[in-house]
């Protein structure tokens, strides 16, 4: 079984920063992408970035404003938010794309965080 923590979020005033983390534990074998979506009331989720081999995607709403990167030995993903606006707002889900080993068995697998408020407001 694997594991993604998340840091907390919160409540940041608009044009402000803060800095989501996702620690992976567990029978982890490989990891082939790590990112990071979101979900505002009333909307679908959505992705935000993710990272694979060191290449990153983004979407175009937080591109030059966010930034995703890796710490392998630590199987954690970070994301940058700058310049935060109150479209922002959201529960963000940090997701891993992974090969496990069960039971002596290995398996590519798709998991997700507890998810995390970000509020941007004034």
């Known amino acids: 079984q694997v594991q993604l923590v998340e840091s907390a979020g919160g409540l940041v005033q608009p044009g402000g920063s803060l800095r989501l983390s996702c620690a992976a534990s567990g029978s982890i074998l490989n990891i082939y992408t790590m990112g990071w979506y979101r979900q505002a009331p009333g909307k679908q989720r959505e992705l935000v970035a993710s990272i694979s081999s060191g290449s990153t995607n983004y979407a175009d709403s937080v591109k030059g404003r966010f930034t995703i990167s890796t710490d392998n030995a630590k199987n954690t993903v970070y994301l940058q938010m700058n310049s935060l606006k109150p479209e922002d707002t959201a529960v963000y889900y940090c997701?891993?794309?992974?090969?496990?080993?069960?039971?002596?068995?290995?398996?590519?697998?798709?998991?997700w965080g507890q998810g995390t408020q970000v509020t941007v407001s004034s």
């Open positions: 997701n891993a794309d992974v090969v496990v080993l069960e039971t002596q068995t290995m398996r590519r697998a798709d998991y």
